[in-house]
């Protein structure tokens, strides 16, 4: 690009004077008025922008010009959130895939590409984008070549395929002929100059003006053109893995939005998902090199558009009985909050576990289809109620013994004609045989699948329970691997038992069941997930207080989830929702919480300025007329590394001492007291470039050293075998700016854990120590 102050700009009103003749070539006079088309459109050129400067003069007209290339072209899919439209570049592996699809292959046939770690299927031919595992409408897919820019742009823009070709076509001719400043004239009434190969502008049709147009010049700002995606300043992502380790299924919470700025769960999971990678690269770096590590797929499972759509029609009864006034609030209310009665609804209750399990083996299903390889474990994260959902679910599964492993049972046993022989639904048949559809395929349709294919809803509704139904063996009930079974007098209960059995309410018409456990839950049939999850992971997770308001006092340190051995509760210390899981299995014991390392191998520095401060008021307390080094010892405790380093003649040096005080005569006691006053005052001495090299120059080894106490901590406290023996509470570091106002921040600490690097970190990190890969520090 030639230099230009202000390249976007425009041409240059210096320009135009210095030469007195139009962009046309046509000379001129000035103060002249422009009357002719030709006149004013170089007038208006002229006055685009009168702070650029011409830069396209300043070439070097003598130079060799460059042979023509072929430009390099790269796709790119749109984006449309709320007004705003942007185009983003695929990665450069998938582009790669679709270019070379386009230029092999036929282009009346059309062929469908995956990407995006086959979360997206585009249609070469029909230029359009399909999500695979969650509803989403089309985007449009562009061959890109060239962009453009205007003022009030912040990134360039692709422009259509068609008009790239134009612009292509003439480039080219202009670069063979080695002729510029050429005027190209578009159909659609826009200009183009291309002034030389790195100054290309173009200008937009000229209307008639308004009164409240200050200018002519505004409505003719002209935009800067490039040709080629290296041209231009964009971050082309290379690409994800092939190789999937591990597949998560991440369930939301109450309402729609799962953040403060109201997106959804699926926008939420790829930032999660792009964090995720990001981490991979920087504590995984040498395994990935010798591709031990691949990725981990994480997957939305929305549950909330089943319960406020049609099929229920509970927004409708909601809204009949909702008062007018402060109608956003109330909408809000009725939106969100109160997911939470409707989950301890019996009706709804089974709703939203039916559509949370067949949702999470739908996509279960599927992803086997897509990737037929994977033969890794599968791990559940949910926030706030979404973890409670999933808690409840746990609970009530079979075990390894009793779920039958493979495909569902009722797919060998029945038929799809018998089916719909039983619903008297079997005038339906031949719709499905004419889409060759059978039982497995038929679990994997939607609602709107069946409605495209012209079934009435009635018909669809039951089409779509029996195969929810039907997708697990019939004796899967609700009940907990350990249930009191026919204990109507507690004394023929153990003592144990008894200690958390409570008789059935008289007052509620609800009936609950209490296990060993002391789990009341509403009595719902919890259906089968169709594997065993290796963890679960709760966000900000209300389930220490919905156990105890279900009557729970105690969770048996013995009780395990029956198909599920690790358990993680990850809370914020500000998060209003969250309680704590651990003071109900071990209440003799006042346990912290295990504090969630910095994902760049550090405390946070309030933190640890906090820890180390409360720590020496304490011993000074505890010690005024004691050993100032004992305070001090308790002040350096941590961070370590920060302080200066002992040397080793001097630990066996008060070794040394401390025996020879020991033994030694009391002549000698004095000079070993000179010596420890001595050492005292050097410490004192050294603390302040300790403090100037931990806090200012950011020298740091705080995770290697907390690493080892938290293993340090997890061999001596053991907090039952819900998390196999280990800890269960973690909580995560609240910034600096968080821990001035901590109720200000309040909402925000609820919904930070889908943008936390810590929270991605944590599950990394326990995902890759089972798979046996080895955990590396990023340095400093």
């Not at 509970?314 to 989950?343: A, C, G, K, M």
């Not at 209750?349 to 599927?366: F, G, K, M």
Request: aromatic share 10%; with cysteine.
């Amino acid at each position: 690009m030639s230099s230009s102050p202000n390249e976007e700009g425009g041409l240059s009103q210096a320009a135009s004077n210095e030469n007195n003749q139009d962009l046309l070539g046509k000379p001129t006079q000035s103060g002249a008025k422009a009357n002719t088309p030709e006149e004013q459109l170089s007038r208006l050129l002229d006055e685009a922008s009168p702070t650029s400067t011409s830069s396209y003069e300043m070439v070097d007209e003598e130079s060799v010009p460059d042979p023509y290339k072929d430009v390099q072209p790269h796709w790119f899919f749109c984006r449309r959130a709320d007004d705003s439209t942007s185009w983003l570049p695929f990665s450069r592996e998938d582009s790669d895939k679709l270019e070379n699809t386009y230029t092999t292959g036929n282009p009346d046939e059309e062929v469908v590409i995956a990407v995006d770690g086959e979360r997206y299927d585009v249609h070469v031919k029909e230029r359009k984008r399909y999500a695979v595992y969650w509803e989403q409408g089309p985007t449009e897919v562009r061959r890109c070549t060239w962009f453009y820019k205007g003022d009030k742009d912040t990134r360039f823009m692709p422009y259509p395929e068609d008009f790239s070709k134009m612009l292509e076509e003439a480039f080219k001719d202009a670069v063979t002929s080695d002729q510029w400043k050429k005027k190209i004239d578009f159909p659609t009434g826009e200009t183009v100059i291309l002034h030389n190969p790195k100054l290309i502008m173009q200008y937009q049709p000229i209307g008639l003006q308004d009164d409240w147009i200050s200018s002519p010049s505004e409505q003719t700002r002209p935009r800067t053109v490039k040709r080629g995606v290296d041209s231009i300043s964009i971050d082309i992502p290379d690409g994800e893995p092939d190789q999937v380790d591990h597949l998560v299924f991440m369930v939301h919470g109450i309402g729609p939005a799962c953040d403060l700025r109201f997106r959804s769960i699926i926008q939420c999971v790829n930032d999660f998902r792009s964090a995720s990678l990001s981490l991979l690269a920087s504590h995984y770096k040498r395994a990935q090199q010798d591709g031990l590590v691949g990725r981990v797929e994480f997957l939305p499972v929305n549950w909330h558009s089943a319960l406020h759509g049609d099929a229920t029609g509970v927004d409708e009864d909601i809204q009949r009985i909702t008062l007018p006034s402060i109608s956003r609030l109330r909408h809000f209310t009725n939106d969100t909050l109160l997911d939470l009665f409707f989950y301890n609804s019996p009706t709804y209750c089974q709703t939203i576990v039916d559509t949370v399990a067949s949702e999470i083996n739908r996509l279960y299903a599927l992803f086997k289809q897509r990737h037929p390889d994977f033969n890794r474990a599968v791990s559940l994260v949910g926030h706030s109620l979404g973890s409670l959902i999933l808690f409840d679910l746990l609970t009530n599964q079979k075990t390894e013994s009793e779920v039958p492993s493979g495909n569902p049972s009722f797919l060998s046993s029945n038929t799809l004609e018998q089916i719909l022989t039983k619903l008297d639904l079997k005038q339906y048949l031949d719709i499905f045989e004419s889409e060759n559809l059978d039982l497995e395929s038929l679990s994997l349709c939607k609602d709107s699948d069946l409605k495209d294919l012209g079934i009435p809803l009635g018909p669809r509704k039951k089409i779509l329970n029996c195969i929810k139904r039907r997708w697990l063996p019939e004796d899967c009930k609700a009940a907990a691997t350990l249930q009191i079974h026919n204990a109507e007098d507690p004394g023929e209960l153990s003592p144990e038992q008894s200690r958390f059995y409570r008789a059935q309410s008289v007052t509620s018409a609800v009936d609950y069941e209490y296990f060993n456990v002391g789990i009341g839950q509403v009595s719902i049939d919890y259906p089968q997930l169709a594997f065993q999850p290796q963890a679960f992971f709760a966000f900000g997770s209300p389930i220490g207080m919905f156990l105890t308001v279900r009557g729970l006092k105690r969770i048996d340190p013995n009780y395990t989830f029956p198909t599920c051995k690790s358990f993680y509760n990850i809370y914020h210390p500000y998060d209003p929702v969250a309680y704590r899981i651990e003071p109900m299995i071990v209440s003799e014991v006042d346990l912290e919480p295990m504090l969630i390392p910095h994902h760049k191998g550090r405390k946070r520095m309030h933190l640890e300025l906090k820890d180390s401060l409360t720590r020496m008021s304490m011993d000074l307390k505890n010690n005024v007329l004691g050993s100032l080094r004992t305070a001090w010892q308790s002040f350096a405790r941590i961070p370590v590394a920060a302080l200066p380093p002992v040397e080793e003649g001097e630990a066996s040096a008060d070794a040394n001492s401390q025996e020879a005080q020991a033994s030694a005569a009391g002549s000698n006691a004095d000079a070993n007291k000179g010596d420890k006053n001595a050492d005292i005052w050097s410490k004192i001495l050294e603390w302040p470039w300790a403090i100037h090299t931990h806090y200012l120059k950011g020298v740091c080894v705080e995770a290697e050293s907390s690493m080892n106490t938290e293993q340090t901590e997890e061999s001596e406290i053991k907090v039952g075998m819900l998390n196999g023996g280990r800890r269960i509470d973690y909580v995560l570091q609240e910034k600096p700016i968080e821990s001035f106002n901590e109720y200000l921040f309040a909402i925000q600490s609820h919904l930070c854990y889908w943008e936390s690097e810590d929270t991605a970190l944590l599950l990394l990190k326990d995902i890759y120590d089972k798979l046996g890969v080895a955990f590396e520090q990023p340095q400093q």
